[in-house]
T-cell receptor, first 118, second 113 residues
Framework: GAVVSQHPSWVICKSGTSVKIECRSL??????MFWYRQFPKQSLMLMAT?????????EQGVEKDKFLINHASLTLSTLTVTSAHPEDSSFYIC??????????????FGNGTRLTVT | QQQVKQSPQSLIVQKGGISIINCAYE??????FPWYQQFPGKGPALLIA?????SEKKEGRFTISFNKSAKQFSLHIMDSQPGDSATYFC????????????FGTGTRLTIIP
């Protein structure tokens, strides 16, 4: 089955530093990747949609200069949290959809990255 | 109009019982309705999905019931097991799943022995 690998699984960083999270599709080419943020006991909130080779589309209220998304290849998207602050602490999850998929293309999710900013 | 409302927020079911989680949507353009299972510290995993041209879909112990006129769909877990204890999210999307997903608020299911 389709596998999405997310790295790191957890990271602790100091306030003011930047953190990069990688999302890789291991056995399929992902034309579209989505980045979500999830607070404890809450639902997944879509942050942005990333298409290979083009700029990401951010959801309303998400700061594009703070959450930098790069989708440079069909198997890799990265999310960089710049100048992180404690309020950025959260569980970040990526998902990917393959190319040339027919209808009902399922989204495959990574296992998430737990970010803690101290 | 983009909301997907999910209930209950939490559910406790005895082992062997039937777990039922309900969702309702507003956007009539939605035409793909998946259910995801999430364990603590993990990403969601697709359980089962349905399109509105059928009223029911069954995969093993998991069944989706869909009511297009009421804009509601539900997940039934038959013979619930302790290993089913997790958080379940319904979701909806347009273009047969090729658009972004809108998630429900989640249901924390606990199966007790």
């Amino acid at each position: 089955g389709a596998v999405v690998s997310q790295h790191p699984s957890w990271v602790i960083c100091k306030s003011g530093t930047s953190v990069k999270i990688e999302c890789r599709s291991l056995d399929f080419q992902a034309t579209t990747m989505f980045w979500y943020r999830q607070f404890p006991k809450q639902s997944l909130m879509l942050m942005a949609t990333s298409n290979e080779g083009s700029k990401a589309t951010y959801e309303q209220g998400v700061e594009k200069d703070k959450f930098l998304i790069n989708h440079a290849s069909l198997t890799l998207s990265t999310l960089t949290v710049t100048s992180a602050h404690p309020e950025d602490s959260s569980f970040y999850i990526c998902s990917a959809r393959g190319r040339d998929r027919g209808t009902n293309s399922p989204l495959h999710f990574g296992n998430g990255t737990r970010l803690t900013v101290t | 109009q983009q909301q997907v409302k999910q209930s209950p927020q939490s559910l406790i079911v005895q082992k062997g019982g039937i777990s039922i989680i309900n969702c309702a949507y507003e956007n009539t353009a939605f035409d793909y309705f998946p259910w995801y299972q999430q364990f603590p510290g993990k990403g969601p995993a697709l359980l089962i999905a349905i399109r509105p041209d059928v009223s029911e879909k069954k995969e093993g112990r998991f069944t989706i019931s869909f009511n297009k006129s009421a804009k509601q769909f539900s997940l039934h877990i038959m013979d619930s097991q302790p290993g089913d204890s997790a958080t379940y999210f319904c979701a909806a999307s347009g273009s047969f799943g090729n658009e972004k997903l809108t998630f429900g608020t989640g249901t924390r299911l606990t199966i007790i022995p």
